[in-house]
């Protein structure tokens, strides 16, 4: 079946302490994204991707590393998680980064930072 | 980037048609219009895109105004598993764009779908 998986789901943790949220895709897609979900200011992109050992920041790239060494991995990275990232993660793919292609999404990841 | 405006909530009830509206006054030419749509404790989905005729898929059907100003997503029979956040987008294909693939999403239409 064509996903994209997201680990952990959930995940409860410590300021300071650094944590990888990881994002697999098994569809062959060049372009990975992350997002972040907030009440009230919706789903805003952190990082991308458009193809292995390319990534770039989006709106929102404060306190988060991303890196894409193989083409169906985009792991996020929160070196020194803070409790402003107490927020939904999703990851997301398509098959380029052309506007017309349909982005696939993960189920996201609800990650609270004590 | 051009904008969308839509309802905050619409309601609807099982096995009726639903009609969700968007505006985009501003849209450019190459701008395509998506939607998706969030359901409970999911990810976006993909539902629909289209750039200036109307448009039919499995899941809605999608009809733009001659103007391209506003268009509307049909859902012709609601299920209760239709009930979910539907968002118009509009991502702009052009060769200058510099959307890089990134989905804007505003708050979407809350859509609720009566037994």
């Known amino acids: 079946e064509a996903q994209v998986t997201q680990n952990p789901r959930y995940l409860i943790t410590v300021t300071g302490k650094k944590l990888t949220v990881t994002c697999s895709q098994n569809?062959?897609?060049?372009?990975m994204s992350w997002y972040r979900q907030d009440p009230g200011l919706g789903l805003r992109q952190i990082y991308y991707?458009?193809?292995?050992?390319?990534?770039d920041k989006g709106d929102v790239p404060e306190g988060y590393k991303v890196s894409r060494k193989e083409k169906r991995n985009f792991p996020l990275i929160l070196e020194s998680p803070s409790p402003n990232q107490t927020s939904l993660y999703f990851c997301?793919?398509?098959?380029?980064?052309?506007?017309?292609?349909?982005?696939?999404f993960g189920p996201g990841t609800r990650l609270t930072v004590l | 980037d051009a904008k969308t405006t839509q309802p905050n909530s619409m309601e609807s009830n099982e096995e009726e048609p639903v009609h969700l509206p968007c505006n985009h006054s501003?849209?450019?030419?190459?701008?395509?219009i998506h939607w998706y749509r969030q359901l409970p404790s999911q990810g976006p989905e993909y539902v629909i895109h289209?750039?200036?005729s109307n448009v039919n898929n499995r899941m809605a059907s999608l009809a733009i105004a001659e103007d391209r100003k506003s268009s509307t997503l049909i859902l012709h029979r609601a299920t209760l598993r239709d009930a979910a956040v539907y968002y118009c987008?509009?991502?702009?294909?052009?060769?200058?764009?510099?959307?890089?693939?990134?989905?804007?999403f505003g708050q979407g239409t809350i859509l609720t779908v009566h037994p």
């Open positions: 569809m062959n897609h060049e372009y």
């Open positions: 289209g750039l200036t």
């Open positions: 997301a793919s398509s098959p380029t980064g052309v506007d017309t292609d349909t982005q696939y």
């Open positions: 987008i509009l991502r702009d294909v052009s060769a200058g764009g510099t959307s890089y693939g990134k989905l804007t």
């Open positions: 991707s458009m193809n292995v050992e390319v990534t």
């Open positions: 501003t849209i450019s030419g190459t701008d395509y």
